[in-house]
C-alpha cells in the first residue's frame, strides 16, 4: 500500500488529474442547484434587487422683492420618462404612440427637438439641427420629405397617421441622441396636467419602462412684471452641462438662462438629492429609498420695490400706448412701441425699480418654450427679450445740459450769476442753431445757467462747450459714470459712448458744439442717466448700481456682503469704483433750480405734467434724433427737489417729445411717494402666493 500510494504522489499527472475532476465536480453540482433546483427562487431575488439611481432635483431658491413680495417661487410639477425595456421596435411605437395620445388629449406638449411648418423641419438651433444631421448621416444637401420617409420606414412607422409618425419620430430622434437604458431615462414631456397622471397611472402596470416623476417646477407668480431682472430657468444644454457637470448638475439639470436667475445661478441653484429604486427586469418598481436628500437653494432678497415696479410697467406701457395712437392729447407717433425706466434710490444707487417694454412672460420658458410661442418672440421686431434698461444706448439730448452745466461751473469757465445772450444762430463752428429760432424765429436773450436749463437754451451751452472745450466735458462725463459699466448685476449692461473720448481722429469744435447738448457721440444706457442724476442730486457721491440687497438660506444664514460683491465682480467683470465728484453746493443748487422750473413754473417743459404735483420735483425732458422715425423722447429727474429721495429716467423711443415721458415718470413719482409717506403694514401679507416647496 505504501509503494502504491509513493508511486501515485510521485506521478504529477495523477496529481492533476484528481483535481481537476475533483473541482469540476463540486462546479457542477453547484450549478445544478443554483440552476435547475433553486434557480426560480435566485431569478426572483436577482430581477427583485437591480437598483435604479436617480436624482431627486433641489428647488431653487426664492427671489423676493425688498418688502417681502414673492417674485420667484417653485411649485410640483409632474415630468414624463421613459426607461428602456424588453420590447420590440414596433411595441416601442405602439407604446409611444399611446401614452403621447393621453398627452395630447389632455392638451400637454410632448418635448419637441423640431417641428414641421410648411413641408420643412424646423429646428430651435443650429446644434439640434447639426446634430439631426449627424446622427441621421445626412451629409450632402437632402430634401425633407425623402428623410422623413426613409425615417418612418426604418422606425416601422407605416401603419401610423401622419401627425402620430411625426410625433412618434421626434421621441424616436431624442432615443437616437441621448440614449436609454433600465437605468436612464429619456424625458417624454415636462410639467404634464394631473388629467394625464391619472390616466396614464391607470395604464401603467400595462406599459413597461414609463415613469411619472414629480419635480419642482420654476414659477413667477406676476407672470410678465419684472421679467427682465429676473430672466427665466430652461434645460441645461450639452456646453452649458460640460462647463458645470463636476459641480453637481445633471444632464437633466435645469439652469438660470438670463437676468438674475443666471447671474444668481451659484446660490439659486440648491443641492440635488438621490433616490435608489428596485426595480425587475421589466423596469417595474418594487420599492424606493432616498439615499441623499435634496437641499433647497439659496434665497434671494431684491432691492426692487413690486408695488413701484408695477406702477412703472404699467404706466410705461400705457403711455407708449397712447403714444403711437394720438391718445390724451399726444401727437401721434405710429412708430413708438418700446421704452424703459429706472428708479434709483438716491443715496444707496439702489435700483427700486427697472423696467424695459415690450416685456416676456417667464413662465413660458420652464421646460422648454413651445415652437409657436419662440417663433411669436424671436420674430417681434421690437425684442421682448431685450433689457433696454441696461441694454439700450441712447443718444442723451438736453438731459445731458446739466452734465455740462455743472462741468462749466466747477471748471470756472462759468460762473452761477453770468448771463449769456442767445442769439438764435451761434457765430462759432458750424453757426449752429437754438431749437427756438429753428421752431419760432426768436430768442431766449440773456439767460444764466439755471434759466438755460429751463428753457434747453442751446446757444448759451455752445458757449459754454466752446470755452471749457471737450476735454473738459469728457472728465466730467467720466466723473459721473456715464460710459462705463455700472456693475449692475445682470448680464448685457454696455458701456456707452462718451463724444469726444478717442471717437475720431480729428475733432472739430463743432464736434464739442454738438457734443455738449447731447448730441454727436454721446449714447448712454438709462441705468447710466440714472446714476448721473442720482450722482448729481446727493452732491456728487458715485455709487455702485445694486439690485441684490441679501442672500440667504432656509436656515437664516446669510452670504456676506464681501463674498457677494466678489462673486458680481466676477460674473459682471466690473470692478466699479465709488467715488466722491466733491460739488459745490452753490453749483448743485443752480443746476437744482434750473430742473425745478422746468416742472414748475410756466414756460418749463414738463410744467403741464407735474404742475399739480404735491411734490416738488426736478427734471428735464430731452428729444433725441434718430436715423429713421420719429425723434426718442426722454426725461430725467428728481425728488423731492430740495431733499431728494428718488431718481428716475425713462426713455420712449420714437415718442417723439420728452414731455410724453414725464407722464410716466409722474405715475412713478406719485406712488413712491404715496408709499414712503405711509406706514407699511402687514409686509408679507402683500405677496400674490405663498413661498413654494422646500426640502
Known sequence: MKKSLKTFFDNRDSILKVLVYTVSIVFLTSLTKLQLIEGKEYREMSEKKMLRSSIIEAPRGEIYDRNGILLATNKLGFDLELYRTKVTSKQLNNILNRITSILIKNGDRINEPFSMEKNELIFYSEREKKNFEEIYNLKEKYAIK??????????????????????????????????????????????????????????????????????????????????????????????????????????????????????????????????????????????????????????????IDYRLQKVAEDSLQTVIYDVAHGLKGYKKSPEASSGSIVVLDINTAEVLAMASYPTFDPNDFIDGISYNKWKE??????????????????????????????????????????????????????????????????????????????????????????????????????????GSKTGIEVSGEVKGIIAGDNNVSKWYLGDTLSAVIGQSYNSYTPIQLANYIATLSNGGNLKRVSLVKGVEDNRDSKVSSDELLKHIEKYTGVKFKETNVELKKEHIDAITEGMKTVTSETGGTSYIVFKNSEIEVAGKTGTAQVTTGADNGLFVGFAPADKPEIAVVTVIENGGSGIYTASVVKAVMDEYFQISQKEIIGKTEQNIVKPGIKY
Not at 191 to 200: A, D, P, Q
Not at 380 to 399: D, H, Q, V
Not at 432 to 439: D, F, G, I, Q
Open 146 to 303: 425623402e428623410v422623413l420617409e426613409k425615417l418612418y420606414k426604418e422606425y416601422e412607422l407605416e401603419d401610423f397617421t401622419e401627425e402620430d409618425k411625426f410625433r412618434i419620430l421626434q421621441i424616436r430622434y431624442i432615443i437616437a441622441k441621448e440614449g436609454y437604458s433600465l437605468f436612464k431615462s429619456i424625458g417624454i414631456a415636462s410639467n404634464i396636467s394631473y388629467e394625464s397622471v391619472i390616466m396614464l397611472e391607470e395604464i401603467k402596470a400595462d406599459i413597461p419602462g414609463i415613469n411619472i416623476k414629480v419635480s419642482p417646477k420654476r414659477h413667477y407668480p406676476n407672470g410678465s412684471y419684472v421679467s427682465h431682472l429676473l430672466g427665466y430657468v430652461g434645460s441645461i444644454t450639452r456646453e452649458e452641462y460640460e462647463s458645470v457637470k463636476d459641480i453637481g448638475y445633471s444632464y437633466n439639470s435645469n439652469i438660470g438662462k438670463m437676468g438674475l436667475e443666471q447671474s444668481m445661478e451659484k446660490y439659486l441653484k440648491g443641492k440635488d438629492g438621490t433616490l435608489r429604486t428596485q426595480v425587475d427586469s421589466m423596469g417595474i418598481a418594487n420599492d424606493e429609498i432616498v439615499h441623499k436628500e435634496a437641499v433647497t437653494g439659496k434665497n434671494i432678497t431684491l432691492t
Open 377 to 482: 418672440i424671436n420674430n417681434n421686431k421690437t425684442k421682448p427679450m431685450f433689457n433696454r434698461a441696461i441694454t439700450g444706448t441712447y443718444s442723451p439730448g438736453s438731459t445731458f445740459k446739466m452734465l455740462s452745466g455743472i462741468a462749466a461751473l466747477e471748471s470756472g469757465h462759468v460762473t452761477v450769476e453770468e448771463k449769456i445772450q442767445d442769439t438764435g444762430v451761434y457765430k462759432y463752428g458750424h453757426n449752429p442753431k437754438c431749437w427756438v429760432y429753428s421752431a419760432h424765429g426768436r430768442t431766449h436773450g440773456w439767460v444764466n445757467v439755471s434759466e438755460a436749463i429751463k428753457v434747453s437754451c442751446n446757444c448759451y451751452f455752445y458757449e459754454v462747450g466752446r470755452r471749457m472745450g471737450v476735454e473738459e466735458l469728457v472728465k466730467y462725463a467720466k466723473l459721473f459714470g456715464l
